[in-house]
């Protein structure tokens, strides 16, 4: 008795063989994946929730807005200058504060603070904001990127641990309301 | 001489290559496609190879590390013998191999050789075409400095808009939260070995097709494809009037790629490596970071579309162009060759160049981005100065103090992201002015918190100055006539 090529026995071995190597595949796909995608998966909240120092209250003197600079809260040793990041600072009155992100709502360029005329004026194309942060004019569909602070024995502390982007919920969780974790 | 065939018939003899190369060499191809118009295909894998050697040249010494890699260039640039030159070479070679890509790009579409059959090697043609551009791009971010610092951040604020996904991709793209160590490793691995494996494995899949398909014949006005004939057509020309690749074409693709090698290192020599700028630390804002060069029409895009078509544009835009260029060959898959008788084609590639030439030339001087030293380096010019009051030379003073100078010229200095001022009051009355200072309006902030009363009164008193000598300001009729009805009425009762 003769059987039909695709079904002899070393058709089925072949077929084993590659089932075999299939479930082998998808097996190791699963480590793989997760370590590739882990960036984007894990750790998302607990950078964003870190609260960082921008030092004591005094530094920023009421009616002013000054750069601060923060170190970020997952640092590696080969990060060099870029474990760091800075923002404005905007004292209104004792215990109120606004603390921008250093990123244009457009594209994230360094907006630049201009006390003579309270603006912010982003050199890349031209968005400008008012001292509060709202969009004044140019480019951005939306003010200023907001961190959310809170005050602590005289200290300043920010949730700043990620990059703002105008499509990032992270970045519009910055300015659900003004929540002032102080009062 | 008789050695060295004996070693290659030994080789031979175990590796057994030297036929089908042989026959590669020698295949025929259409006797007028052994043209100068045929050698940018040759010209960009010249190019290609020469930056697959100058690239690991520079992996010799590179530190793919945030903290270290501006360094290294810097150590390239200056205190390794010829370590400036390599960086130039390589650099030079990216614009090289881009402009090349294009130019064969051009060449393909206006001839037709995107057409049946050739549509599979097309298509590959579109992902190395964006390959190369993903080169461009992230060679661009391991010279880590300033600009690729700030680069990265574009990406990402690009590519967040992404509906859904956009945060993540973000995440993926910047290997965490931030810019830092993480970001720049990984467009090391996609710079070094995720791109240039596929662009190797492409390349070969491409070539390959233009061997078994062969070269597209030279377009002739009324020499229609069709599916059914083309192929029993193509082959009888190349039996007909063919001549061998090798040596009949070759020697035009040689010397090309050879002009282009010594095109680059001229000009690499002459021009020397591109920077690196700053160093990339973050808190140093005193930047306005500009793409490279290929993507500058990009930079001018983003910054002259209306801000609400601005997310549409981005996430639609690509999507179209790259589907168009991907279903083109299935689109217009027969038919006629000859540019002279495809004029929508030609005059497609015409308003694309001009589009992307204008837009490339608008974003070297960039009139969008406010000059934000203007206000305090660049002095009102004397002229418009002279004879005014105090008070309009105070105005002069808010005028420069309160940054408006930043985004509007005098005498062709300072910014152009508003009108020039030169001659304002021309063209607006006082109400006008004090009305556009104080609230804004058609792109310009609101200044009425950040000047006091006086102020403002001085600034627009100077502003009413500017005008031509022979020129009078604009004045408000209505309110001339009105002073002028009321002139007497109030000077009556008070004789």
Redesign the interface.
């Known amino acids: 008795m003769t059987l039909p090529d695709n079904m002899t026995r070393r058709a089925l071995l072949v077929k084993l063989g590659i089932l075999f190597n299939a479930c082998v595949a998808a097996l190791l796909a699963v480590p793989i994946l997760r370590y590739l995608l882990s960036s984007a998966v894990a750790g998302q909240k607990s950078a964003y929730e870190k609260w960082m120092s921008l030092g004591p209250l005094t530094q920023f003197p009421e009616g002013e807005t000054r750069l601060a600079t923060f170190t970020n809260p997952d640092v590696k040793p080969w990060d060099g200058k870029t474990a760091e990041s800075v923002c404005w600072v905007r004292r209104i009155d004792a215990d109120h504060v606004q603390v921008f992100a250093i990123n244009c709502a457009h594209l994230g360029c360094p907006v630049r603070w201009f006390p003579q005329s309270g603006l912010f004026l982003c050199p890349c194309h031209g968005g400008a904001y008012y001292e509060d942060g709202s969009r004044a004019s140019g480019p951005p569909e939306r003010g200023l990127f907001e961190y959310p602070y809170k005050i602590q024995d005289g200290s300043l502390f920010i949730q700043g641990g990620e990059l703002p982007t105008p499509g990032s919920p992270v970045a519009s969780l910055y300015t659900i309301e003004k929540k002032l974790p102080c009062a | 001489m008789r050695l060295i065939s004996q070693i290659g018939e030994w080789f031979d003899a175990r590796v057994q290559l030297a036929g089908a190369i042989r026959e590669t060499a020698e295949h025929r191809v259409p006797r007028q496609t052994a043209s100068w118009f045929y050698v940018f295909g040759s010209g960009a894998l010249v190019v290609f190879g020469m930056q697959v050697v100058t690239g690991i040249l520079l992996a010799l010494v590179y530190v793919p590390?945030?903290?270290?890699a501006w360094n290294s260039l810097q150590s390239l640039n200056h205190s390794i013998t010829l370590g400036w030159y390599i960086r130039a070479l390589h650099g030079w070679g990216s614009n090289f191999m881009v402009a090349v890509v294009l130019i064969h790009m051009v060449q393909v579409f206006l001839f037709g050789a995107y057409k049946f059959p050739r549509e599979l090697t097309w298509i590959v043609g579109v992902f190395l075409l964006l390959m190369t551009l993903g080169m461009a791009f992230s060679g661009q971010v391991l010279r880590f400095d300033q600009d690729a610092?700030?680069g990265i951040?574009?990406g990402?604020?690009?590519?967040?808009?992404?509906?859904v996904l956009?945060?993540?991709?973000?995440?993926?793209l910047?290997?965490?939260?931030?810019?830092?160590?993480?970001?720049l490793s990984r467009f090391f691995a996609l710079h070094v070995f995720v791109i240039p494996g596929l662009l190797i494995a492409l390349v070969g899949l491409h070539l390959l097709m233009v061997l078994k398909l062969g070269i597209n014949d030279w377009p002739m006005p009324g020499r229609i494809v069709r599916k059914s004939t083309y192929v029993r057509e193509y082959t009888e020309l190349v039996e007909k009037d063919g001549v061998p690749f090798v040596p009949a074409a070759i020697w035009k693709d040689l010397l090309f790629g050879g002009f282009l090698l010594l095109l680059l290192a001229s000009v690499a020599a002459y021009y020397g490596p591109f920077g690196p700028s700053g160093?990339?630390?973050?808190?140093i804002?005193?930047?306005?970071?500009r793409p490279d060069y290929f993507f500058l029409w990009l930079y001018a895009l983003?910054?002259l579309?209306p801000?609400?078509m601005?997310?549409p544009a981005l996430l639609i835009g690509p999507v179209i162009a790259i589907g168009f260029l991907l279903l083109l060959p299935f689109l217009f898959g027969e038919g006629e060759k000859s540019w002279r008788r495809r004029p929508v084609a030609v005059l497609t590639i015409a308003l694309v160049a001009v589009v992307l030439g204008t837009f490339t030339s608008l974003a070297g001087h960039a009139p969008?981005?406010?000059v934000?030293d203007a206000?305090s380096g660049a002095p009102v010019p004397q002229k418009f100065l002279e004879k005014r009051t105090a008070l309009e030379r105070q105005g002069a003073l808010v005028f420069q103090?309160?940054?408006?100078r930043?985004?509007h010229s005098l005498g062709d200095a300072g910014g152009k992201?508003g009108p020039a001022l030169d001659s304002v009051a021309v063209v607006q009355t006082k109400d006008q002015l004090i009305r556009q200072v104080i609230q804004?309006g058609g792109?310009?902030?609101?200044?009425g918190?950040?000047l006091s009363p006086a102020e403002t009164t001085a600034l627009v008193a100077f502003l009413e100055t500017l005008h031509p000598a022979s020129q009078s300001p604009a004045r408000d009729a209505s309110r001339a006539l009105a002073s002028e009805t009321s002139a007497p009425a109030s000077a009556e009762p008070h004789p």
């Open positions: 590390t945030a903290g270290e610092f700030w951040g574009i990402a604020s690009i590519s967040s808009r992404v509906p956009g945060p993540w991709i973000v995440r993926l910047l290997g965490g939260p931030i810019i830092a160590g993480a970001t160093r990339p630390d973050p808190t804002i005193q930047t306005a970071p983003l910054s579309l801000p609400q601005e997310t969008w981005s406010p934000m206000w103090l309160k940054q408006c930043n985004c992201r804004g792109n310009m902030p609101a200044y918190k950040n």
